[in-house]
């Protein structure tokens, strides 16, 4: 494997995981309604009422499953592991499936919260058509919504890069930790949002091949520099087509993909509410913006539009 792999063909070539510009705070803030918690939450449900909104999902909204966000506050400073770095240095894959492991147990133990559990009575009821999703943790499926879009990929799956195949996630777990015994040991570990942790000396630690191929294994997700698969993109683009409004939950837009959504949902003219504590690179596209914790204001919004 190379440091310059090639470009499969189900990638979309325009839209690599990657930040974009930091939001303008200052417009952010001329943006948002100045509404107390309980009337914003009435007018966003006046607004829905009766339409069929779609759904983007970011990191706080699983805040309260207790897996952090990367950027509100308290959020430790780190580097994300990059495609192209994982791919070319084997001690960085070495550190990467240390960490990742640590926290893929961490990933297990949550469970879904009040804001997932809110999301899929609203989609029963048919008031969203279904869920986009940034996370990698697989708490929208566990909760229960049949419509998700996991844009990023999600963590209980293995691939080649090779050969393709597929593992799941609890069969790769167990032979890290048969080959590693340091890892069953670890007692207390910090997660990231993407599963990774910090982990001490790995000089020795063993890395998992395909037991197919022999190939390079990478979880299934969307690393920074990589490339979101084109079917999954489009995917979520329909659920925009086919909504009355797009609702974003806990995330602060700061990659492309997520904002690339935002901006199609604009150009439909289509209402956009933001629930999210801090700015974010929606905030000049919303016709609403919730300065409030998302399980709690989706809760309030459900029993509003259900009640």
Same mark, same amino acid.
């Given at each position: 494997?190379?440091?310059?792999?090639?470009?499969?063909?189900?990638?979309?070539?325009?839209?690599?995981?990657?930040?974009?510009?930091?939001?303008?705070?200052?417009?952010?803030?001329?943006?948002?309604?100045? #509404? !107390?918690?309980?009337?914003?939450?009435d007018?966003?449900?006046?607004?829905? $009422?009766?339409?069929? *909104? &779609?759904? @983007?999902?970011?990191?706080?909204?699983?805040?309260?499953?207790?897996?952090?966000?990367?950027?509100?506050?308290?959020?430790?400073?780190?580097?994300?592991m990059?495609?192209?770095?994982?791919?070319?240095?084997?001690?960085?894959?070495?550190?990467?499936?240390?960490?990742?492991?640590?926290?893929?147990?961490?990933?297990?133990?949550?469970?879904?919260?009040?804001?997932?559990?809110?999301?899929?009575?609203?989609?029963?009821?048919?008031?969203?058509?279904?869920?986009?999703t940034?996370?990698?943790?697989?708490?929208?499926?566990?909760?229960?919504?049949?419509?998700?879009?996991?844009?990023?990929?999600? #963590? !209980?799956?293995?691939?080649?890069?090779?050969?393709?195949?597929?593992?799941? $996630?609890?069969?790769? *777990? &167990?032979? @890290?930790?048969?080959?590693?015994?340091?890892?069953?040991?670890?007692?207390?570990?910090?997660?990231?949002?993407?599963?990774?942790a910090?982990?001490?000396?790995?000089?020795?630690?063993?890395?998992?091949?395909?037991?197919v191929?022999?190939?390079?294994?990478?979880?299934?997700?969307?690393?920074?520099?990589?490339?979101?698969?084109?079917?999954?993109?489009l995917?979520a683009?329909?659920?925009?087509?086919?909504?009355?409004?797009?609702?974003?939950?806990?995330?602060?837009?700061?990659?492309?993909?997520?904002?690339?959504?935002?901006?199609?949902?604009?150009?439909?003219?289509?209402?956009?509410?933001?629930?999210?504590?801090?700015?974010?690179?929606?905030?000049?596209?919303?016709?609403?913006?919730?300065?409030?914790?998302?399980?709690?204001?989706?809760a309030?919004?459900?029993?509003?539009?259900?009640?």
């Amino acid at each position: 494997m190379t440091a310059d792999p090639v470009v499969p063909s189900d990638t979309v070539l325009v839209d690599a995981l990657e930040p974009t510009d930091a939001p303008d705070a200052a417009a952010a803030l001329t943006s948002t309604v100045a #509404l !107390d918690s309980e009337r914003a939450v009435d007018a966003v449900a006046t607004l829905l $009422r009766g339409k069929r *909104a &779609a759904v @983007l999902t970011g990191a706080g909204l699983s805040t309260d499953s207790g897996i952090p966000d990367y950027r509100g506050e308290g959020a430790p400073k780190r580097t994300p592991m990059t495609f192209q770095t994982f791919v070319a240095d084997e001690r960085s894959r070495k550190r990467y499936w240390a960490g990742s492991h640590l926290g893929w147990s961490v990933f297990r133990r949550a469970e879904p919260n009040l804001g997932h559990r809110s999301l899929v009575q609203l989609e029963s009821a048919g008031a969203i058509a279904g869920v986009i999703t940034q996370n990698v943790d697989g708490l929208h499926t566990r909760a229960g919504s049949r419509h998700v879009v996991e844009l990023h990929g999600s #963590l !209980d799956r293995v691939i080649c890069l090779d050969c393709g195949q597929a593992f799941g $996630r609890d069969s790769i *777990a &167990a032979r @890290l930790e048969a080959d590693n015994p340091v890892l069953r040991d670890s007692d207390s570990i910090r997660i990231a949002p993407d599963g990774d942790a910090d982990v001490g000396n790995i000089d020795d630690f063993v890395v998992p091949a395909c037991t197919v191929c022999g190939g390079m294994l990478k979880p299934r997700v969307v690393f920074f520099g990589e490339l979101v698969p084109t079917e999954t993109f489009l995917e979520a683009a329909a659920l925009i087509q086919a909504a009355d409004a797009l609702i974003v939950a806990g995330s602060s837009l700061a990659v492309n993909s997520g904002i690339r959504l935002v901006e199609q949902a604009r150009r439909r003219k289509l209402p956009i509410i933001v629930i999210n504590r801090g700015v974010t690179k929606g905030d000049g596209r919303a016709l609403h913006k919730l300065e409030a914790g998302t399980s709690e204001t989706l809760a309030a919004l459900a029993d509003r539009l259900l009640g």
